[in-house]
């Protein structure tokens, strides 16, 4: 491993424990509630929200913003009402036709800013149990506006993998130290963060850790379904269009007819009182289409 990925590995227990460390966070539980994400002892007060629950059918588009919230010191908010400032982190993205594609993964997350850790991709990996397996891949230092957005050989940056009692996912740095496992009640996910991390490593970890439940979402029977009937409807919205252009241009073509038709052909019978019943019977068979 390069040294700049050591750079970004959490301290160590020993390093925690040998004196302070700057811009170090203490484990904690985190619950996903809809968009917002919070300490599970104070759901008050989120540390991140994103712009659309990514858990919900249907899917409601192919990214999403996912940022912080920062609140003012104690003595501060008690003057005023909390509101948190927002800064946008990161992006999550599930493009269209990901499967299809080569340019992209088919879910990755790219920087805001390159204060950020960098962009990453979750590739799925082979497993000897039934549920996916993933790999968190990092691109240092690389943005959304970054072209490639990802490095040729970027660095391991966890490894989830499901732990054979219950089947929950855990998290694995490249150490081989688990750093965090996941958990679920009810409809309520959760994020047990099991060592001290770096602030930059934490962001990363919760918004990785939302795009493999997006992952999960999206990859359900039920999101699949769902795709299958909206794309039902879009066909017969098709249909009904081609259905419509048919009887405007069969509309088209009997008045075009009629124009061509001499008048004198018709015997008995009222030529202009013929023309506008069939130009008024062509037009009226649009609305039935």
């Known amino acids: 491993m390069d040294s700049n990925s050591k750079d970004l590995l959490p301290p160590s227990y020993e390093e ?6 700057v811009d ?9 509630n809809g968009t917002s994400i919070a300490p599970e002892n104070d759901v008050a ?6 712009a659309w629950d990514i858990t919900s059918i249907p899917q409601k588009g192919t990214s999403v913003a996912f940022e912080s919230l920062e609140y003012d010191t ?6 005023s009402p909390i509101e948190p400032r927002t800064r946008r982190l990161f992006y999550l993205a599930h493009p269209a036709g990901a499967k299809f594609r080569e340019d992209v993964p088919a879910y990755y997350i790219t920087a805001a800013s390159s204060d950020d850790l960098g962009n990453i991709s979750l590739e799925p990996i082979k497993s000897r149990v039934k549920k996916t397996e993933f790999t968190a891949l990092l691109s240092s230092g690389r943005t959304a506006s970054d072209d490639p957005l990802f490095e040729g050989n970027p660095c391991l940056l966890f490894t989830i993998k499901t732990k054979w009692v219950g089947g929950a996912y855990e998290w694995i740095d490249t150490e081989g ?19 001290p ?8 970890l919760v918004a990785t850790w939302c795009l493999r439940l997006w992952h999960d979402t999206a990859e359900s029977r039920e999101a699949k379904r769902d795709g299958k009937s909206q794309n039902a ?3 017969g919205a098709s249909l ?14 009997s008045l075009a007819l009629e124009r061509l038709t001499p008048a004198e052909s018709v015997q008995g019978v009222d030529t202009k009182w013929a023309k506008k019943a069939g130009a008024i019977g062509a037009l009226g068979s649009l609305g039935g289409a």
């Open 45 to 50: 007060c989120p540390l991140f929200q994103i």
């Open 177 to 195: 130290r688990q750093v965090a496992h996941e958990g679920r009640k009810g409809s309520q996910h959760k994020l047990t963060i099991t060592v």
């Open 24 to 32: 170090v966070l203490t484990p904690t539980v985190l619950v996903l």
């Open 240 to 253: 009904q269009f081609h259905s419509f252009a048919s009887s405007f241009i069969a509309a088209k073509s």
């Open 74 to 79: 104690p003595e501060k908010a008690k003057a």
């Open 233 to 235: 409807v879009f066909c």
């Open 16 to 21: 925690s424990s040998a004196g302070p460390l």
């Open 197 to 204: 991390l770096e602030s930059k490593l934490r962001d990363a």
